[in-house]
């Protein structure tokens, strides 16, 4: 792109002071595009450590209460920040697995709440049963290799 025209001024003063102003404008092009990143990522961090405070607000009350599972963080919230894991247990055989959030085909923006009465369990749908699972808490990882998926 040609940089902008800006009229030559007949003055010699107003030629310096506007050669002046147009380096000055353009230092803060510069400068003003670093700020933003800055606070960019700042602000990011805060989101991050919002969404980590928010999965661990939840864990506690599973742990403490077992509920109620609704509000829960969404997915990309406990992805995003670092619990990308959800560990389940049948409500009906009572086996534990954990999933991989960020490998589900639901949208990002599903409540992990939501999950419960999505995740079955194969060892009971192989009998025809199609039991909610009970969702148990996020982690960052996953524990053990799933058994099976
Ligand atoms: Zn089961």
């Not at 049948?90 to 419960?116: F, I, Q």
Request: glycine content about 8%.
């Amino acid at each position: 792109m040609a940089p902008r025209y800006h009229p030559t001024p007949l003055s010699g003063g107003d030629r310096k002071a506007l050669a002046k102003e147009l380096g000055r404008a353009r230092a803060m092009t510069t400068i003003l595009a670093a700020q933003s990143a800055v606070a960019r990522s700042k602000g990011e961090a805060l989101i991050r450590e919002a969404d980590k405070l928010l999965a661990e607000s939840w864990n506690e009350r599973m742990w403490s209460n077992g509920g109620p599972i609704d509000p829960s963080p969404t997915i990309d919230q406990a992805i995003n920040g670092g619990y990308g894991w959800l560990e389940i247990e049948c409500s009906r055989c009572k086996a534990k697995r954990e999933v991989d959030m960020a490998a589900l085909r639901h949208p990002p923006t599903t409540a992990v709440h939501d999950l419960a009465g999505r995740l079955r369990c194969s060892k009971c749908a192989k009998a025809g049963r199609r039991p909610a699972a009970t969702l148990l808490q996020l982690t960052p990882r996953a524990h053990q290799a799933a058994p099976e998926t």
